[in-house]
């Protein structure tokens, strides 16, 4: 084949990232479309009583709709799917008849439609019309209805982890018989402090929704990753993967707080490869390292999802030791301090925001973030989700889902010996990739075998994998 005619057959095959943009927009629609289905029965009613989502459509259209349409059986989330399947369109045409630099402009622009009228618009009506219905409506019990509790509570110098949330909306959700977070707060503090100063100018305008913060941190997450991928398809595919993960992408909509982890641990891993590459082009890093520690260090100060990727995190910080490429544990042990000085910003402000808090009632924090998540106490969590905890309730090992059962044991069992090898195979190969494709599946392992596995954990699993399979190999 002749170069002509092999650039040729490069122009006309159609780019891998249209399939995968298509796979997981036919994905994010349908599962949107069942969870506002199932969960919302009065969206229709509210939809067309609305001020604002009722004056969208003229009222022969809505008169034309009916009461009875498919998925998600409402007039304004019909258009939006309706829009979105023709951004699709859109895009995939583009791909097939453009050129470069043109194509990656115009896919840019119609992927961003898309991502807007498939995550961003749904959300965005779920905010009205719960201000239209009431707190406790059209949302999430922990990522918005609690949180905002606690951004109140720590308004009204209360400490979250010590008051109980009986007397808020979150009373109003959920199966009463599995409402034990009413007495428990999960979350760590970086959440409810950043939000503070936006619930307060929200206040000031009359109204404030948590998920404003989500969407804003979710768009700007989905832009910077876009850094960590060399190749126009490959940006384009990791931007894809990040905005429209099925899962995550519900959570965006319905209120969950898992992007408010991913957002900011994205931003240490742009700012950790921006170090890097200023360092090979004979600048200094050193600013730039020292702010991804920190965003780390806010991650961790967030969710203790986050925890789990300091290990190889960690080794990504040392990346530059020469020590470290002989890939045995005698360096791993040299390069350590090194690893914990330039660690020094995460550690700091992980323990300038707990440290108020262990010092106010360290049993309360503790009892909120670990005790609960552990199922110990009076009101512990349930076994719950899709892991191996179900062959514990299945087999009939435990009377009910709030019982004791070693959990812990078997988490020991497996997480260890598979740390212990993921460190091992990251010093072989220090890679972003690789650290990512070890903390999502240690996580998944480690959450798999423990007390629940709920689903919006796969989705933020799910995209620490797509980091891990399109971002650039460089080391």
């Not at 019982?403 to 988490?411: E, G, N, R, S, T």
């Amino acid at each position: 084949m002749t170069e002509k005619t092999s650039s040729a057959s490069r122009t006309l095959r159609p780019g891998w990232d249209v399939f995968l943009l298509a796979a997981l927009l036919f994905a994010v629609l349908q599962i949107v479309g069942l969870a506002e289905q199932a969960a919302l029965p009065n969206r229709l009613q509210d939809v067309l009583r609305h001020p604002v989502l009722g004056a969208l459509l003229p009222p022969a259209g809505y008169a034309a709709m009916g009461d009875v349409g498919p998925r998600p059986g409402e007039p304004i989330g019909l258009i939006l799917n309706a829009l979105a399947l023709g951004g699709l369109i859109g895009y995939a045409l583009l791909d097939l008849a453009l050129h470069e630099p043109h194509r990656t402009r115009w896919k840019t622009g119609m992927l961003t439609f898309i991502i807007v009228t498939a995550v961003v618009s749904p959300t965005v009506k779920l905010i009205l019309l719960r201000a239209a219905n009431g707190p406790a409506s059209y949302t999430h019990d922990g990522g918005v209805i609690q949180t905002e509790a606690t951004i109140r509570y720590l308004l009204e110098g209360k400490n979250p982890y010590v008051e109980d949330y009986v007397e808020t909306p979150m009373a109003e959700w959920g199966f009463s018989q599995y409402r034990t977070a009413l007495y428990h707060y999960p979350y760590l503090p970086w959440t409810f402090v950043f939000s503070a100063p936006f619930y307060v100018l929200g206040q000031g305008v009359g109204f404030y929704d948590q998920r404003v913060i989500y969407l804003l941190l979710y768009g700007l997450a989905v832009l910077l990753a876009t850094r960590l991928a060399h190749g126009a398809t490959a940006k384009l595919a990791l931007a894809t993967a990040l905005a429209l993960n099925p899962i995550m992408a519900l959570d965006v909509i319905f209120g969950q707080n898992d992007v408010f982890v991913l957002a900011w641990i994205v931003f240490a891993l742009v700012a950790w490869q921006v170090s890097r590459q200023r360092a090979r082009s004979g600048r200094s890093g050193g600013w730039w390292r020292v702010v991804s520690a920190f965003c780390f260090g806010l991650a961790c100060a967030a969710k203790p999802t986050a925890w789990f990727l300091a290990p190889f995190y960690g080794l990504l910080l040392v990346q530059d030791d020469p020590r470290l490429m002989h890939g045995n544990w005698r360096s791993y042990w040299q390069v350590m301090p090194q690893m914990l000085r330039r660690a020094l910003p995460a550690i700091g402000v992980f323990a300038l925001l707990l440290l108020p808090y262990v010092l106010w009632d360290a049993a309360a924090l503790y009892d909120d973030v670990w005790r609960w998540s552990s199922g110990q106490g009076p009101t512990g969590y349930q076994i719950w989700g899709w892991g191996a905890s179900n062959f514990v309730l299945g087999l009939g090992l435990v009377s009910d889902r709030f019982a004791q059962w070693p959990f812990w044991l078997v988490q020991l069992l497996t997480a260890a010996p598979l740390l212990i090898w993921f460190v091992a195979r990251q010093m072989r190969r220090n890679t972003l990739p690789t650290a990512a494709w070890h903390y999502a599946l240690w996580l998944l392992v480690f959450f798999y075998v423990s007390r629940f596995l709920n689903e919006n954990y796969l989705g933020y699993i799910l995209a620490f994998l797509a980091i891990g399979a399109l971002a650039a190999d460089e080391q």
